[in-house]
């Protein structure tokens, strides 16, 4: 059937151009995401890797009062996400359809959420694609700028060496204040923290993603961390 994402979702090529001096001056390429929304005021969370919209769908009707914005690079999940949206007319809730990592790092101002979702991400198993993995130290840089302060970051996945490469990156971005960040300020960007599944999980899941389900049929074991945004010393 045909599926329709007006209103609701967002394509690459309707995001303005960068500019020509990116470089020297990215500021010029942000854009205010919550102008998106009906009511701009309200929290803003960002999910990347949305998949289907699932944990969006459940989510967002538990957080009426949050403006939700799920990034998703699959152009078949993309639009089945955002027509899933329309249908259950979910106000708080737009899709975007653009590579989240650049998105993250050049489109969204600063200090703008208060959670970013990072739920299941592709692995990347083989080692000449671990370059492709979303958690990387530039990620993590940009994921604390973005973060308004005392923000989340919340990450959930089913790959062991993954969470080894996830867990590699966090001692780095959450040292302690003996030790300097990688950037070369002195403290810690994030505290670790419990994570603790979100409202719209069922009894036993994580989170509640359509990967989460599958792969909880599979038998599958799953790491969970939050990292919350800290001010370096």
Do not use: C
């Not at 403006?67 to 329309?86: C, H, Q, S, T, V």
């Amino acid at each position: 059937k045909q599926l329709d994402i007006s209103g609701f979702g967002v394509l690459h090529e309707d995001l303005p151009p960068l500019p020509d001096d990116l470089v020297h001056n990215p500021e010029a390429a942000r854009i205010d995401l919550r102008a998106w929304f009906d009511h701009p005021d309200r929290p803003f969370e960002l999910e990347i890797g949305s998949g289907k919209g699932t944990f969006l769908a459940q989510q967002a009707v538990l957080q009426p009062d949050t403006n939700f914005l799920g990034i998703e690079y699959a152009g078949e999940f993309f639009r089945y996400a955002a027509d899933r949206i329309r249908r259950n007319d979910l106000a708080n809730v737009r899709m975007l359809h653009t590579d989240a990592a650049d998105f993250l790092r050049f489109r969204t101002p600063a200090a703008v959420a208060r959670v970013i979702h990072l739920y299941f991400p592709d692995p990347w198993p083989k080692k000449r694609h671990h370059k492709r993995r979303m958690v990387q130290d530039d990620f993590m840089r940009n994921a604390w700028r973005v973060l308004q302060p005392g923000g989340e970051l919340r990450v959930v996945t089913d790959h062991a060496d993954y969470w080894a490469w996830m867990e590699t990156h966090f001692d780095r971005w959450a040292v302690g204040p003996e030790r300097p960040g990688p950037d070369g300020t002195t403290g810690p960007r994030f505290l670790r923290t419990p994570f603790a599944s979100p409202p719209s999980a069922r009894e036993g899941e994580v989170v509640g993603t359509n990967f989460e389900r599958k792969y909880i049929d599979e038998g599958r074991t799953f790491n969970a961390a939050v990292l919350k945004r800290v001010e370096p010393s």
